[in-house]
């Protein structure tokens, strides 16, 4: 089991399965949720995810038609995001987790939206969009 928080720590969670392979995802609207240059992601099964606290501090933005990104409303962390068109399962962020998950990324993804400032200087395949679902 995994466990995971956001940065305030009012938001908590398990991960009771496995994950999903994990992608580095370079698309415009994970840029701007984390501020940074890509998102590492991986998918869940969507009752494997366990909030332990925090959950009325939750609040879902859809920041594409039927893709709810959840975030914490106190310190504004990424929790997890759903598809509406993928109801068992959920996303991810690996850098919310305590533990070190033992998966690596396998690819980086939606590389055609890359941030200019960013060089991938790693060996992994890299996709131009979305990867193809597993
Ligand atoms: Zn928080
Ligand atoms: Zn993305």
């Given at each position: 089991m995994l466990t995971g928080s956001c940065l305030c720590k009012q938001v908590r969670f398990e991960v009771r399965g496995a994950l999903g392979p994990v992608r580095l995802c370079h698309c415009p609207a994970c840029k701007r949720a984390t501020g940074t240059a890509?998102?590492?992601n991986a998918r869940i099964r969507a009752q494997d995810l366990a909030?332990?606290?925090g959950r009325a501090?939750?609040?879902e933005?859809?920041?594409s038609p039927g893709i709810r990104r959840a975030f914490c409303s106190?310190?504004?962390s990424p929790v997890y995001?759903?598809?509406d068109a993928e109801p068992d399962g959920l996303?991810?962020?690996l850098g919310s987790l305590n533990?070190?998950?033992g998966v690596r990324p396998v690819a980086h993804v939606w590389v055609g939206d890359k941030a200019d400032w960013f060089t991938i200087t790693d060996e992994l395949p890299q996709l131009q969009a979305r990867a193809p679902a597993r």
């Open positions: 890509f998102s590492a909030l332990t606290a501090l939750i609040s933005y859809e920041s106190r310190c504004g995001a759903r598809v996303r991810i962020r533990e070190d998950p």
